[in-house]
Each structure stands twice: as structure tokens, then as C-alpha cells.
């Protein structure tokens, strides 16, 4: 059964990639691609920058100046009422936006134009910070009501793991404090029986890292149940039910390594348990780089595509980390997401008039958002960036341009066959 389980899998995401390259091959031929000519891949990394600090900056300077909550448009899905969603939404921006620049923020400080650019958000946010979790703030977030916070102090919690020396020691004691206040607070409820878990599991990791008292039962219960969902081939289930969508990208892999990494450095998992979690994502980011279309397309498969450019997250965090297939060059991962960026981003219809992502997927399309979605939560997009955490000067940025898989099927080059792997 998990054989078929296997095969079944590869040939539905074999076919939507395929689907979703003929239908843009055959627009092609009535427009002009909006993805430019071969650039240099500085000139990648100037693009990938300059965006990033697009997205991010309307949430991080606006936390810092504690006028989030002000001047933060609140969209929400046809039908829907804000009223809820301000309980929640404005964590989701913070939390989602501080994982996705985190890599990026913690490199050092130069001289360049990218360079001031980090500072000066790293500095507002650090500022951004301490109000969010100020009772005094008009800026304060909510922790301490609803299941969802769950969520979003888990991003915010990956942040601090993936930048302890730009984001967390930075802070001032009484911030400190206060923020393992918070995540403590999170205990008094509980969430969906799927991938919330593993956000349990690394809001208790990470206050183990700190030196706060963690529960070794949430950790305990993420790591079995996830790994029980493990379904072959790079896949995991979203709970009991194998689901069709990007969450092993979203959520489930980085997360899940993230989360192992902690618990294996403090000597309460295997490194044969972390390395393998690692060989999944590793194995999975093949197929998140096959599904890029020649044209710099990917499916809009499944829930939450409105959380754009993180269905490539796991490709970047495997990047990032410089574990990359053997077959899977640095460059061609870096022209394939340039690719997508350009295509998703380049006109504009993906904010508002004051810098604020939308909902929708390409453009402003509120009836594919779900019904837990509000602006917040499209910060999500920023998790696709993570290899501007790689210095310029490494190779993710110096090789020559290169062809990504698709592009090389498409265009009569030679590539790699695929097949399943078992681990």
C-alpha cells in the first residue's frame, strides 16, 4: 500500500507540473515573459534584496514605531468579519516576516547598499520587538487569547533559532523576560491535530534554549506524531490525511529540522534522527525545484496558496544550508526562484497602494483565501527569501546563470531522471 501510496504521489505532481508547463508555454506565445533576460547573479541578489526589504519593511517599521495596529490594513475573505481577525493577524505579520529575514539580518554589517539595508531593518525590529511584547505599547501583541498565536509565535520563535546573535541577544533583559512570558502563556490551549503540532513542539524548544523549564510532553508528542505521518519519498501527511498542498513547505520540513536541531544539540534526540529529517527535506526540495516551469510558474495547488513564494521554502532552507542534491546546482535553484519572484512580483498587483500584500495569489484574488487567512498572514511569502542568508560571495550567487530542470526538460537538454528514494 505505501508503494502505491508512493507512485500515486509522484505521478499527480508529475502531471500538475506538467499541466501547468503547457498551459504557460501556450500563453508565451501570445506575451512577452516578464521575467528578464540572463542577469548576473549579483544582480539576482540585488533583485531578491530589494524585494524582500519591499515586503517586510511596511511590518517592521511600522512595529517599531508602534502604528502596526494603525496602519495595517486588515483584509480579510468575502463573508468574513474582521473582528476576529485583529485578535490574531497582526502576530501573523510579525511572527511569518521575522522568520523569513531572520537568515538574512544575521549577517554582518557592511559598508554596501545591502548592507544598510539589513541594519536598518534589524535595528527597527529589534525596537519592533520589545513594543510587541510591551503591555504598555499600543503595538502589544496578542499571545495570551485564541489557538492561533500557537502558530505565529512559532515563527517568531524560528526566527530567534536562525538568528540568536542578530535577533535575540541583542534584547534588552526585560524584553527577554517578557517574551518567555508569552510563549509560556501559549500552554493554555491547543491547537489542530496536523502540523500544529511541531508549533507546539518548537515554541518548548525554544524556550529550552533560553534556560526556561520546557514541556517535554509537547516536545515529545510533535516529534512522534509527525514522524508517524511520514508517508515515503520526501512526503509527509498533514495529520491522519495525506493532503495535496505546499505545507510540507510551509511548515513541516523547515519546521521540523528547526525543531530537531534544538532537541539534537540538546542531547534529547539521536543525530541519526536529525539527519534523517534532514535526507526528507533534502529529498522533497527536488521535487520543489521540478515544479518550477520554464517560465518561472508552480501550481496553485491546494490550501493556502495565498502564502505566495513560501511553497519554496524548503528549497531554500536546503540552500541555505548548503545541502543541495549533487545534481542540483546552487545557481539553477537561484535562477529558478528568481524566476518565480519576477513572475509573481514584478507588476505590483500583489500590494496595495501603501506597500501591503493582498489577498490572492498573483494579483488580487480575495475568493481563493481561505477562511483562516487575513492580511498577516500572506507574510508567510518572506519564508522564500532564505537564501539571501548566504554571503554575496557565495557560490548560491557567483556561479554563472544555469537552467533549472524544467527549463532543461523543455528545451531538449539533458537531466536527470527521478526516482523515489526510502528513507
Given at each position: 500500500m505505501a508503494s502505491i501510496r508512493?507512485?500515486?504521489?509522484?505521478?499527480?505532481?508529475?502531471?500538475?507540473?506538467?499541466?501547468?508547463?503547457?498551459?504557460?508555454?501556450?500563453?508565451?506565445?501570445?506575451?512577452?515573459?516578464?521575467?528578464?533576460?540572463?542577469?548576473?547573479?549579483?544582480?539576482?541578489?540585488?533583485?531578491?534584496?530589494?524585494?524582500?526589504?519591499?515586503?517586510?519593511?511596511?511590518?517592521?517599521?511600522?512595529?517599531?514605531?508602534?502604528?502596526?495596529?494603525?496602519?495595517?490594513?486588515v483584509e480579510v475573505p468575502p463573508g468574513q468579519k474582521q473582528d476576529f481577525f485583529k485578535k490574531v493577524t497582526y502576530?501573523?505579520?510579525?511572527?511569518?516576516?521575522?522568520?523569513?529575514?531572520?537568515?538574512?539580518?544575521?549577517?554582518?554589517?557592511?559598508?554596501?547598499?545591502?548592507?544598510?539595508?539589513r541594519k536598518e531593518l534589524r535595528t527597527a525590529l529589534l525596537k519592533g520587538i520589545a513594543n510587541a511584547v510591551d503591555p504598555n505599547n499600543p503595538d502589544y501583541l496578542n499571545f495570551r487569547t485564541e489557538s492561533q498565536p500557537i502558530v505565529d509565535a512559532a515563527y517568531m520563535a524560528q526566527a530567534f533559532l536562525r538568528a540568536p546573535k542578530a535577533l535575540w541577544e541583542p534584547l534588552d533583559s526585560l524584553t527577554k523576560k517578557r517574551i518567555?512570558?508569552?510563549?509560556?502563556?501559549?500552554?493554555?490551549?491547543?491547537?489542530?491535530?496536523?502540523?500544529?503540532?511541531?508549533?507546539?513542539?518548537?515554541?518548548?524548544?525554544?524556550?529550552?534554549?533560553?534556560?526556561e523549564q520546557a514541556d517535554p510532553v509537547r516536545i515529545e508528542f510533535a516529534r512522534r506524531k509527525i514522524?508517524?505521518?511520514?508517508?515515503?519519498?520526501?512526503?509527509?501527511?498533514?495529520?491522519?490525511?495525506?493532503?495535496?498542498?505546499?505545507?510540507?513547505?510551509?511548515?513541516?520540513?523547515?519546521?521540523?529540522?528547526?525543531?530537531?536541531?534544538?532537541?539534537?544539540?540538546?542531547?534529547?534526540?539521536?543525530?541519526?534522527?536529525?539527519?534523517?529529517?534532514?535526507?526528507?527535506?533534502?529529498?522533497?526540495?527536488?521535487?520543489?525545484?521540478r515544479i518550477i516551469s520554464p517560465e518561472g510558474t508552480y501550481p496553485p495547488m491546494g490550501r493556502s496558496v495565498t502564502y505566495r513564494t513560501a511553497a519554496f521554502q524548503a528549497l531554500g532552507q536546503v540552500a541555505l544550508m548548503e545541502k543541495l542534491p549533487e545534481q542540483i546546482e546552487p545557481a539553477q535553484v537561484r535562477c529558478a526562484?528568481?524566476?518565480?519572484?519576477?513572475?509573481?512580483?514584478?507588476?505590483?498587483?500583489?500590494?496595495?497602494?501603501?506597500?501591503?500584500?493582498?489577498?490572492?495569489?498573483?494579483?488580487?484574488?480575495?475568493?481563493?483565501?481561505?477562511g483562516y487567512t487575513s492580511t498577516g498572514s500572506l507574510y508567510m511569502a518572506t519564508l522564500g527569501f532564505l537564501p539571501l542568508g548566504l554571503p554575496a560571495d557565495n557560490k548560491f550567487w557567483t556561479d554563472p546563470a544555469t537552467d533549472w530542470t524544467s527549463k532543461k526538460a523543455w528545451n531538449g537538454q539533458p537531466f536527470k531522471k527521478d526516482y523515489h528514494v526510502d528513507y
Open positions: 508512493k507512485i500515486s504521489l509522484g505521478v499527480l505532481i508529475g502531471l500538475l507540473s506538467i499541466s501547468n508547463v503547457a498551459v504557460y508555454a501556450q500563453k508565451e506565445k501570445k506575451a512577452k515573459s516578464v521575467v528578464p533576460a540572463t542577469t548576473t547573479g549579483l544582480q539576482n541578489r540585488e533583485y531578491w534584496c530589494d524585494l524582500l526589504y519591499k515586503i517586510a519593511s511596511p511590518v517592521i517599521f511600522n512595529l517599531a514605531n508602534s502604528t502596526l495596529k494603525q496602519n495595517m490594513p502576530l501573523e505579520a510579525v511572527g511569518r516576516t521575522m522568520a523569513g529575514v531572520a537568515p538574512w539580518l544575521a549577517l554582518p554589517d557592511d559598508v554596501t547598499k545591502e548592507g544598510k539595508m518567555a512570558q508569552e510563549f509560556k502563556a501559549l500552554r493554555t490551549r491547543t491547537g489542530a491535530y496536523n502540523n500544529w503540532l511541531l508549533f507546539a513542539g518548537i515554541n518548548e524548544a525554544f524556550l529550552m534554549t533560553i534556560g514522524l508517524e505521518w511520514y508517508q515515503g519519498d520526501g512526503w509527509y501527511s498533514d495529520g491522519p490525511s495525506l493532503s495535496i498542498d505546499y505545507y510540507n513547505s510551509y511548515v513541516i520540513h523547515p519546521m521540523l529540522v528547526d525543531f530537531f536541531k534544538v532537541l539534537t544539540d540538546k542531547r534529547r534526540l539521536n543525530v541519526e534522527e536529525y539527519d534523517k529529517a534532514v535526507k526528507r527535506m533534502v529529498r522533497y526540495s527536488e521535487f520543489s525545484e526562484l528568481t524566476a518565480v519572484m519576477h513572475r509573481m512580483y514584478d507588476q505590483g498587483q500583489n500590494f496595495d497602494r501603501n506597500g501591503w500584500l493582498i489577498l490572492g495569489f498573483c494579483g488580487s484574488q480575495p475568493m481563493i483565501a481561505d
